[in-house]
């Protein structure tokens, strides 16, 4: 059973770090296949993270690129999303999703888990 658990989410005033954990179970873990996206009140789903699996090309939201980073531990099957420099429009529920792809310019994803809640204000 595919099963994945977000945590690490909390209060962080702007310009502040946090790193997302997503621990897996139920599949092998592959970088190349578990992807993040959020969703904030009120507004779409924002893809943030996947992996266009033909030739391992790693997408990142225009919003996120170059102050979010994916990386991942296999001893402990989780994928971490570290996310510096945030702002108070990064604020939202932060998912991780297994079966992940960039399709086009959107990514897909399979299964997710709860989510975990990142809050950016001073």
């Known amino acids: 059973q595919v099963k994945l658990v977000e945590s690490g989410g909390g209060l962080v005033q702007p310009g502040g770090s946090l790193r997302l954990s997503c621990a897996v179970s139920?599949?092998?873990?592959?970088?190349?296949?578990v992807g993040w996206f959020r969703q904030a009140p009120g507004k779409d789903r924002e893809d943030v993270f996947c992996?266009?699996?033909?030739?391992?090309?790693?997408y990142y939201a225009d919003s996120v690129k170059g102050r979010f980073t994916i990386s991942r531990d296999r001893a402990r099957n989780t994928v971490y999303l570290q996310m510096n420099s945030l702002k108070p429009e990064d604020t939202a529920v932060y998912y991780c999703?297994?079966?992940?792809?960039?399709?086009?310019?959107?990514?897909?994803?399979?299964?997710w888990g709860q989510g975990t809640q990142v809050t950016v204000s001073s």
């Open positions: 999703a297994s079966d992940s792809t960039l399709d086009g310019s959107r990514c897909t994803f399979g299964a």
């Open positions: 992996t266009r699996t033909s030739d391992g090309y790693l």
């Open positions: 139920g599949f092998t873990l592959d970088y190349a296949t």
